[in-house]
C-alpha cells in the first residue's frame, strides 16, 4: 500500500548490477545497448546473459539514440497523484534504429501530435536535482 504522504511523489528508477552501465550512459547522455560478442544479438533491457544464444559475454556500445514510434497511448487519466499534473502525455513503444523496441515517453511537443511510424530522437532528460536522468524521445529534428 503506498502511504499517503508520498503518493506525490513519481517512483525513480532503481539501477541494479545489470542495468548499472545503462543507467549511467543515460545520464551522460548516452544510449547503451547490449551486444552480444558472440552471435551479434542487440538487446534491450539489460541482462546478464544474451537473450538469443545464451552467451555471457556481452558489450555496451552507444546508440544511435533514433527510432520510429512502433505504438503509442495517450494517458488523459493519471494512474496516480504523482502524474495528474502531467496528463495528457504519450506513452510510446519505440523501435530504436538498432533494432530492440523499448518504452518511453513523449516529450517537446504535443502528445497528440504522436502518429505511427513518427521519427523520434533521444533525450536524456534529468528529474530535478535528484542526479537521476530519464531517457525520454522527441520529434526527431
Known amino acids: ?77 493519471a494512474p496516480g497523484p504523482a502524474f495528474k499534473h502531467d496528463t495528457p502525455y504519450a506513452v510510446l513503444l519505440v523501435e530504436l534504429a538498432e533494432g530492440p523496441r523499448m518504452i518511453s515517453s513523449f516529450v517537446g511537443d504535443d502528445p497528440l501530435a504522436v502518429t505511427f511510424d513518427m521519427l523520434v530522437e533521444l533525450v536524456c532528460e534529468p528529474v530535478g536535482d535528484t542526479g537521476v536522468v530519464l531517457p525520454r524521445f522527441r520529434a526527431a529534428r
Open 1 to 77: 500500500m503506498i502511504n499517503p504522504k508520498e503518493a506525490h511523489i513519481k517512483p525513480l528508477p532503481m539501477p541494479d548490477a545489470d542495468s548499472e552501465a545503462y543507467w549511467r550512459g543515460i545520464r551522460e547522455g548516452k544510449l547503451l545497448l547490449q551486444h552480444c560478442k558472440q552471435c551479434g544479438h542487440v538487446q534491450f533491457y539489460q541482462q546478464a546473459i544474451c537473450r538469443e544464444c545464451g552467451s555471457e559475454h556481452l558489450e555496451h556500445r552507444p546508440a544511435s539514440g533514433r527510432g520510429t514510434v512502433h505504438s503509442f497511448s495517450v494517458v488523459y487519466r
